[in-house]
C-alpha cells in the first residue's frame, strides 16, 4: 500500500470539504451586512445543493470518461475561486454563488474518492481506504468553521485570516494531487445519465438519513444567529466541528451493528440531542449546544449514516448505483429544504417558537422512519429467504 499517495488524495479531500463551513460562523454577519434575515442566509445555504444535484442525477458517469483525478482537481479549484470569491466580496450573493461552486466540488469528491482512494492503496485494503476518506473528509466539514471561529473570537471580521490560510493549503493540496497516478479505465459509451431508485425496503434508511442531515444543516445556518442572541454566535464555528466531525469517533461501533440496529439507534439519539442543542441554544448554554452536537454527529455521520447506506446497498444488490444515488438524493433534501423552511418561519415567528417546531416534526419523522426500517428489515429477511 503506497501510504504517501493516500495521505495526498487524503489531504486533498480534507481542503475540499474544509471549504464547505469555511465561512459558516460569519452567517448571521454577512446577513446582517445585507440587511437581510435568517430566511435569505437559509436560501444562500441551500445553494449548495443545488449545486450538488445536477452531479448526483446527471454526470454520475463523468469519471469514466475523464478520470478520477481531473474531477479531484477540478474540485481544488472550484474550492479555490469559492473562497476568494468570499474575500473579494463578502455577503449572501457571494455566499450563494460560493456555496453552488462548492456543491458542484463536493459532488464530484463524493462520487469517485472512494473509489479512487481504493485504486491508490490496492484492492484488497478497502476498508482501509473508506476509513481514509470518512475520516478526511468528515474531519473537513468541521475543520474549516472551527479554524474560522477561533480567529473571529480574536478578531471579528466578514474576512478572517483564515480565508487566507485555506487559500495557502488547498493550493499545496492542488500541486499533491497533480502528480498522483490516475489508471481509471475510459468507457466513452457509458451513460451520464443515472436516475436514481428506491427499491422495496430502502424508504425508511432514506427518511432517516433526510432527517439526520436536516438536524446537521439547521446547526450550520441557522444556530449562529440563534447563538448571536448571546452574543456567542462567533463559537458556532465549534458547534459545526462537533456536529460534522464527532461523528467519526463513533464510525467504528456503528460499522459492527447490523444495518438495522445501527439506524435505530442513531434515531433514538437524534431527537435527545437536537432537544440539547436546541434549549442550549435558546437559553445561551453553550455547554449544553456542544454536548448535543456530538451527540447529534455520532447519529447523523455515525450510526444513521454508515447504517443507513449499508442497509439500502444490502437490499439493492442489483443496483447498488442508483440506490445509493437515491439514498443521497433524500439526505441532501433534508440538507436544504426543512432548513430553508425552518429559516422563514424564525423571521417569522422567532427563535424559539421555529425550533420548538422543527423539533415536534423531527420526532414524528424519527418515529415513521423508525417503523419504516423494522419492516425493510422484515423485507430484507423474506428477501434473503426467497432467494435462498
Known amino acids: 500500500m503506497n501510504r ?39 436560501l444562500a445555504f441551500a445553494c449548495y445543493v443545488a449545486g450538488i444535484m445536477p452531479v448526483l442525477l446527471g ?22 475561486i469559492a473562497t476568494t470569491l468570499m474575500l473579494v466580496a463578502p455577503g449572501l450573493w457571494a455566499l450563494a454563488l460560493a456555496r453552488f461552486l462548492l456543491g458542484i466540488g463536493t459532488a464530484f469528491t463524493t462520487a469517485i474518492a472512494p473509489g479512487y482512494m481504493q485504486m491508490l492503496v490496492g484492492r484488497h485494503a478497502q476498508q482501509t481506504s473508506t476509513h481514509y476518506v470518512t475520516a478526511s473528509t468528515a474531519l473537513g466539514f468541521g475543520l474549516g468553521a472551527a479554524v474560522t471561529s477561533i480567529f473571529i473570537l480574536w478578531a471579528p471580521s466578514v474576512t478572517p485570516p483564515s480565508f487566507w490560510i485555506y487559500l495557502g493549503a488547498a493550493g499545496l493540496a492542488l500541486m499533491m494531487v497533480i502528480s498522483l497516478p490516475d489508471e481509471t479505465a475510459r468507457s466513452t459509451g457509458r451513460t451520464l445519465w443515472r436516475l436514481p431508485a428506491y427499491p422495496r425496503g430502502t424508504l425508511g434508511y432514506g427518511v432517516a438519513i433526510l432527517l439526520a442531515w436536516a438536524t446537521v444543516g439547521l446547526v450550520i445556518a441557522i444556530l449562529p444567529s440563534t447563538l448571536n442572541q448571546h452574543g456567542l454566535s462567533a463559537w458556532s464555528g465549534f458547534a459545526t466541528f462537533g456536529v460534522c466531525s464527532g461523528g467519526v469517533l463513533f464510525q467504528p461501533w456503528a460499522r459492527k451493528l447490523p444495518p438495522r440496529r445501527a439506524t435505530a439507534l442513531g434515531l433514538c439519539i437524534l431527537p435527545l440531542s437536537y432537544g440539547l442543542i436546541a434549549w442550549g441554544a435558546i437559553e445561551g448554554y453553550l455547554a449544553a449546544v456542544l454536548a448535543g452536537t456530538l451527540g447529534a454527529s455520532s447519529a447523523c455521520y455515525g450510526f444513521i449514516y454508515l447504517g443507513g447506506l449499508s442497509g439500502v446497498l444490502a437490499i439493492a444488490k442489483d443496483i447498488p448505483n442508483e440506490a445509493s444515488a437515491g439514498y443521497f438524493l433524500m439526505a441532501y433534501i433534508g440538507f436544504s429544504l426543512p432548513v430553508v423552511v425552518t429559516g422563514v418561519l424564525v423571521d417569522a415567528i422567532g427563535h424559539s417558537a421555529a425550533l420548538t417546531l422543527f423539533g415536534g416534526v423531527l420526532l414524528v419523522g424519527v418515529s415513521a422512519a423508525a417503523w419504516l426500517v423494522k419492516r425493510s428489515a422484515r423485507y430484507a429477511f423474506e428477501l434473503g429467504h426467497t432467494a435462498a
Do not use: E, H, W
Open 4 to 42: 504517501y499517495q493516500a495521505f495526498r488524495l487524503s489531504f486533498a479531500l480534507c481542503m475540499i470539504t474544509t471549504a464547505v463551513n469555511l465561512p459558516a460562523p460569519l452567517y448571521d454577519a454577512l446577513a446582517a451586512r445585507d440587511g437581510l434575515g435568517v430566511g435569505a442566509t437559509t
Open 59 to 80: 454526470l454520475n458517469g463523468l469519471a469514466d470518461r475523464v478520470g478520477r483525478k481531473p474531477l479531484i482537481l477540478l474540485a481544488l479549484l472550484l474550492c479555490l
